[in-house]
């Protein structure tokens, strides 16, 4: 079937997540170009031109890639989205921050580019895992309270679809009230003795960028009482499927947390 010409051909995409959909739709030959910091799908890095990280852009590079429609998210990339728009360029920054707003980002995006049926039937298919999941959790006796600790210094506390992900899997966020803070300079945990107070079952780690380091949160002071450390409940999620807001985290990023949680209950029988 001929591609429509009312809706975008050459797509830049400056996060992954509207490449995981498109590719997802099979909608993959609109891109043109990718950020480096994609990893899905594999495919994506071996076909696709990278050009940009999260907070940087190689604008001249995008320019002669002759994009009709740009792709970014959040406050982070509006310098990004303003030079673009400065040379003409049409940009969508979305700025979606909960699991509704993933789905309802996967909706949009394949309406974007005249796919909308089949972002319809994928979107459904990712609320369909959300449903499974969540029925799984509901069986158990005891749900696990869980402290999820996006960056360590300073200490930054879980984004709201991250927060959102742990009730689903079938646990307890234990910073409900930062969860709902979009931006992380208002998640930074001033006294990690809070933490100790609210002595969470499972730590979790996603620090984006380098890798979590269970025996460090030990180390800090106090620390060593928590439950979760007295009992080794410290665990690493990857950030690639549980710090994108797109595919990813509703399908690997909750599979990952579930199972987690799933072998913390099946210890406390």
């Known amino acids: 079937m001929a591609q429509n010409d009312s809706f975008p051909q050459r797509i830049v995409c400056l996060t992954e997540e509207p490449t995981e959909v498109l590719y997802a739709l099979g909608e993959e030959d609109r891109i043109v170009g990718i950020s480096g910091f994609t990893v899905r799908p594999p495919r994506a890095r071996k076909e696709k031109p990278k050009v940009s990280a999260f907070t940087s852009a190689k604008v001249g590079e995008i320019l002669a890639l002759e994009p009709d429609l740009v792709i970014g998210f959040s406050d982070i990339q ?15 920054i ?23 049926e089949k972002a319809e039937r994928y979107a459904q298919r990712a609320e369909a895992h959300l449903a499974q999941v969540r029925a799984a959790a509901a069986a158990w006796p005891k749900r696990p309270k869980v402290y999820f600790e996006e960056w360590d210094e300073p200490i930054i506390t879980g984004i709201r679809w991250v927060a959102e992900l742990i009730g689903i899997a079938g646990g307890e966020d234990l910073f409900p009230e930062l969860a709902r803070e979009s931006l992380a300079k208002h998640r930074i945990l001033a006294d990690g003795s809070e ?3 609210r002595a969470p079952d499972i730590i979790l780690g996603s620090w984006c960028g380098k890798r979590f380091r269970p025996e460090r949160v030990a180390e800090r002071p106090g620390w060593k009482a928590i439950p979760a450390v007295l009992h080794g409940d410290m665990h690493e999620i990857k950030s690639p499927i549980i710090l994108q807001p797109g595919p990813a985290a509703l399908f690997d990023g909750l599979d990952a947390l579930h199972a987690v949680m799933a072998d913390w209950v099946a210890r406390q029988r």
């Open 195 to 197: 933490v100790i107070k």
């Open 78 to 92: 509006a310098d990004i989205a303003r030079e673009l728009i400065h040379a003409g360029i049409e940009v969508w």
């Open 94 to 116: 979305s700025n979606h921050r909960s699991v509704d707003g993933i789905l309802a980002y996967i909706r949009r995006l394949g309406a974007m580019v005249g796919a909308y």
